[in-house]
């Protein structure tokens, strides 16, 4: 009701956005950006989007393992005029442990990018919102470390801008689940990462970080991202995972062995062919 009030009649209808999203994202093609179909959308119709967009595919993709935040960085804000981060949802057949040392073949996963990430693994289901991290922390079971590795692409119509990358579901695709850590025996914030690509001759570092990079701290993120989902009408049910976005840079998938070291969170190793 809210996008048939804001947008003109003329031009697609949320109904044919998500037609054309869905068909793009099932045939592995670069997925439409909003801004150049409609310019007059706003935000909360890019979630209109890609709420109408994942009920259509959660099927395929096994069902809602989580949700994740993006453009968590505070530079990474100012740059798509934002005033805190992009959401998008987790789909279950993303999910990789990290103790299978997983495989990522490129062939099937073009345009991968390597994020890392912390992620925070629910223990009780959080019903309605919550309004302090306090009280949140209540709801946590585990502290993991995260690789996360979106997928795809979007049409290079024009500059790409946030309602483009939150229509699309923030191209979410597969996720490598490291170590789980009691909540009160490490902080989030704290931890040092270190990324990087294995060689014969030494470590290729891509990315050098800390949980802290994320702008307003981890656990404020965490506390947008679950009432970000509750007010989209999504469940938060234990067991669910919720990353809070890229930390550091944003590294473009390259052949070989990579280790992620998130110090005292623990170790994600994983190869890309």
Known sequence: MLWAVAWPSAGPTPIELTKRLV????????????????????????????????????????????????????????ALKLDGPLSAVLFRDGWLEAADKPTIRLAKFPGTKIETEVGFVIGRAIIRPINNVDALKAHVEAIVPVIELPAGKLEPTQPMVALDLAAANVLSANYIVGRRNPVAKVNPNRATIRLARRLAKGDDEKNKTTGAAAHRGQWQNLLHQVNHALGQGREIQPGHLILTGALGKITPAEPGDWTADFGELGKVEFSIH
């Open 23 to 78: 068909k793009a994202h099932l045939a592995g093609n670069a997925l439409p950006q909003l801004s150049a179909i409609r310019p007059e959308a706003t935000l909360a119709d890019a979630y209109d989007v890609q709420k109408r967009f994942v009920d259509k595919v959660t099927k395929k993709h096994k069902g809602i393992a989580g949700y994740k935040g993006a453009v968590a960085g505070a530079a990474g804000q100012k």
